[in-house]
């Protein structure tokens, strides 16, 4: 009898990691379909983020499709920041280790900023880089065209 009240917080918590894994599998399966739709995409447990030509739609991973989604330009961008601890940090020169870890785009008005939450540095800055070198494009392109 007390060996079996022993194991039950065991049992729980392997049931608990078993759901954790199927409800992480449905959101990854969900991502997976809507994906597809876009260039480049990236998933993470904090947010999904697709790029189709100069569009950005990001937003939150459910077990059915993202929702809260939300879908700029990179024509509307001024800038990007990596944003580390919630401080300013370079692209560059990233910290190895920090925690709130977000890509902030800064627009014009009406929306001064949106914030694309992501869990690794490494990955934030990958697609900072990426992005900048498009929105860099972007605007010699559209130099040299007259615009």
Known sequence: MERGLLWLPLLAVFFWLAWSGWNE???????????????????????????????????????????????????????????????????????????????????GEPTPSLQVPFTEIRLAVKWGKFLQEELQKNREWGVGSGE
């Open 25 to 107: 599998y449905q959101k990854v399966e969900a991502y997976g379909n809507w994906a597809k739709q876009f260039d480049r995409a990236k998933y993470d447990i904090y947010a999904v983020l697709g790029q189709k030509n100069d569009e950005l739609t990001w937003g939150k991973p459910t077990r059915s499709e993202p929702v809260d989604l939300k879908t700029f330009s990179l024509k509307d961008v001024q800038s990007i920041r990596l944003l580390v601890n919630n401080q300013v940090a370079d692209l560059e020169t990233p910290p190895s280790k920090g925690r709130a870890i977000a890509l902030e785009f800064i627009l």
